[in-house]
């Protein structure tokens, strides 16, 4: 099967910066987008950022101009640099993927486990 595995968060200052990781491993034919979604407390589940397979990516206005999503195709990694980060970025952060895993079977939703990002002094 497939794994996400996150790591990066943590508290950090009224801006200050931090920067997630997710790494997918696993039965991995082909990623067609991987991205990070986040979700406070008594919120929903919201976009941050995606990558798609062609580097072409999409921010929430929420955070554009101060995160940006990096992938590194060869190790099925992708990277959000946080910048200038306020306490409503307070939320925990769930990496996504959309994923192959052989070449006969249909493209599947992976997610991770969840790392929590605390902003405040």
């Known amino acids: 099967q497939v794994q996400l595995v996150e790591s990066g ?21 082909s990623i067609s987008a991987m991205g990070w979604y986040r979700q406070a407390p008594g919120k929903q589940r ?7 397979s062609d580097d072409t990516t999409r921010y929430s206005d929420s955070v554009k101009g101060r995160f940006t999503i990096v ?25 996504n993927a959309l994923i192959r895993t052989t070449m006969n079977n249909p493209t599947q939703s992976f997610w991770g486990q969840g790392t929590q990002v605390t902003v405040s002094s």
Do not use: H, W
Not at 18 to 25: E, F, K, N, T, V
Not at 46 to 52: G, K, P, Q, Y
């Open 9 to 29: 968060g943590g508290l950090v200052q009224p801006g200050g910066s931090l920067r997630l990781s997710c790494a997918a491993s696993g039965s991995i034919f």
């Open 46 to 52: 919201e976009l941050s950022a995606t990558i798609i």
């Open 71 to 95: 992938k590194d195709k060869a190790n099925n990694t992708v990277y959000l640099q946080m910048n200038s980060l306020k306490p409503e970025d307070t939320a925990v952060y769930y990496c």
